[in-house]
Nanobody, 123 residues
Framework: QVQLVESGGGLVQAGDSLRLSCAASGLMFNIYRVGWFRQAPGKEREFVAAITWGGGSTYYADSVKGRFTISRDNAVNTVYLQMDSLKPEDTAVYYC????????????????WGQGTQVTVSS
């Protein structure tokens, strides 16, 4: 059974940092691309960042480029999302997701999803 478990969310002030983690089990993690998406209340789920199976390539939404960093440690089946200079508009539930192939920026291009972790940024 595939499981993706997010952690690290919380309530912070604008300008603060958070690091999200996504722990995977039940799949050959080191052959999957992993992504982070987020969904704010009343809005559609949107792409945040992704990293290829070996970590050689990373992709970011324009809204987070330069502030967020995605990385992975295949030895412990975990992907991280370091979020710096957080803004109130970053407030959302953040989801970890994994795929063998498919469109990187589309939620439809992913096979497995975690339950999400809430990030709230106050102004």
């Amino acid at each position: 059974q595939v499981q993706l478990v997010e952690s690290g969310g919380g309530l912070v002030q604008a300008g603060d940092s958070l690091r999200l983690s996504c722990a995977a089990s039940g799949l050959m993690f080191n052959i999957y691309r992993v992504g982070w998406f987020r969904q704010a209340p009343g809005k559609e789920r949107e792409f945040v960042a992704a990293i290829t199976w070996g970590g050689g390539s990373t992709y970011y939404a324009d809204s987070v480029k330069g502030r967020f960093t995605i990385s992975r440690d295949n030895a412990v089946n975990t992907v991280y999302l370091q979020m710096d200079s957080l803004k109130p508009e970053d407030t959302a539930v953040y989801y970890c997701t994994a795929a063998r192939s498919g469109v990187i920026w589309s939620s439809g291009g992913y096979d497995y999803w975690g339950q999400g972790t809430q990030v709230t940024v106050s102004s």
